[in-house]
């Protein structure tokens, strides 16, 4: 059974960091394309980040480049997304996905974890 358990999340205020964590297990993790999905409330999904298999080639939605960093561990089985200069626009559920196909900048998904609230005010 696919299992994808994100962590990290919490209430900031606007400007600071969190590291968002997703440990996945019931597939082989180091073969599959990854994604972080966010959704707002009152708001549809939205695509945040990919990455491929091996952690080589990373995307990122406008809104968060040079704020937001995805990396992953093959060896751990997890995925990270590192959230620096946080703004209240940041404010969603996140969630950790895995790939339904190689492309890595939409919001498909083949299995979608139960995501973590960040929560971005002051």
């Known amino acids: 059974e696919v299992q994808l358990a994100e962590s990290g999340g919490g209430l900031v205020q606007p400007g600071e960091s969190l590291r968002l964590s997703c440990a996945a297990s019931g597939f082989t993790f180091s073969v599959w394309g990854m994604k972080w999905l966010r959704q707002a409330p009152g708001k549809g999904l939205e695509w945040v980040s990919g990455i491929d298999s091996g952690g080589s080639s990373k995307y990122y939605t406008d809104s968060v480049k040079g704020r937001f960093t995805i990396s992953r561990d093959n060896a751990k089985n997890t995925l990270y997304l590192q959230l620096n200069s946080l703004k209240i626009e940041d404010t969603a559920m996140y969630y950790c996905?895995?790939?339904?196909?190689?492309?890595?900048?939409?919001?498909?998904?083949?299995?979608r974890g139960q995501g973590t609230q960040v929560t971005v005010s002051s």
């Open positions: 996905s895995r790939t339904s196909s190689p492309f890595l900048r939409d919001t498909a998904f083949a299995y």
